[in-house]
């Protein structure tokens, strides 16, 4: 009964490659979101989609495409994979208007990208 | 966005009271001041929200000035568990749920 789900866990390719990742929350949240955790620590918000609309677009290479076939999904396919691109990517949800707790986004447990 | 200032790490033991204060001297008045906690190789987890005042639930007590410039986490009675980094975020009411994290504070919670 996992919230929000990622696959694959660890993914290890090539430069050059084109890869993509899943994600899917089971909350019936209207939001998703893709972050970028690099090796220092630092979270970064990639993408958010509201309700399959795109509403945040952060300053990512158009190498970075997200697709949101509906609102239990949000997916993320990378082009031409760059030594960069190496990092863990979070997927999270949140249903925005909850108030007190509005702020409170659930991520999934991580995609450890390694580009050689 | 009103930038977040935090230490970068602190060290505890079991049993103690852990209180992290964050700095947000240019916090705006529609802001709320969240706490996230990321143990390793998993993702961030909401702990606590204020607006002002004092918030308190099951995990921990976020304490708030009347001037809104800090705000100070306090976990208590701390276990080994506890350990992680713990982020303090500043976010507009507005913002699309959009969460901006700093470098966030490294507790280790020893035995």
């Known amino acids: 009964d996992t919230a929000v789900s990622q696959t694959p866990k660890y993914l290890v390719t090539q430069m050059g490659n084109d890869k993509s990742i899943k994600c899917e929350q089971n909350l019936g949240h209207d939001t998703m979101y893709w972050y970028k955790q690099d090796s220092k620590k630092f979270l970064k918000i990639m993408f958010s989609?509201?309700?399959?609309?795109?509403?945040i677009n952060e300053t990512v290479p158009n190498r970075f495409s997200p697709k949101s076939p509906d609102k239990a999904h949000l997916n993320l396919h990378i082009n031409s994979l760059e030594l960069g691109d190496s990092a863990v990517y979070f997927c999270a949800s949140s249903q925005i208007g909850q108030g007190r707790r509005d702020n409170e986004q659930f991520f999934g447990p991580g995609t450890r990208l390694t580009v050689l | 966005l009103a930038k977040t200032t935090q230490p970068i790490s602190m060290d505890s033991y079991e049993g103690q009271e852990v209180n992290i204060t964050c700095s947000h001297n240019?916090?705006?008045?529609?802001?709320?001041i969240t706490w996230y906690q990321q143990f390793p190789s998993q993702g961030p987890r909401f702990i606590i929200q204020g607006y002002k005042t004092k918030v308190t639930n099951e995990v921990a007590s976020l304490f708030i000035p009347a001037d809104r410039k800090s705000s100070t986490l306090s976990l208590p009675r701390v276990s080994l568990s506890d350990t992680a980094v713990y982020y303090c975020?500043?976010?507009?009411?507005?913002?699309?749920?959009?969460?901006?994290f700093g470098g966030g504070t490294r507790v280790l919670v020893k035995p």
């Open positions: 240019n916090i705006a008045t529609n802001d709320y």
């Open positions: 989609y509201n309700n399959k609309e795109l509403i």
């Open positions: 975020l500043v976010v507009p009411r507005a913002a699309g749920n959009k969460l901006t």
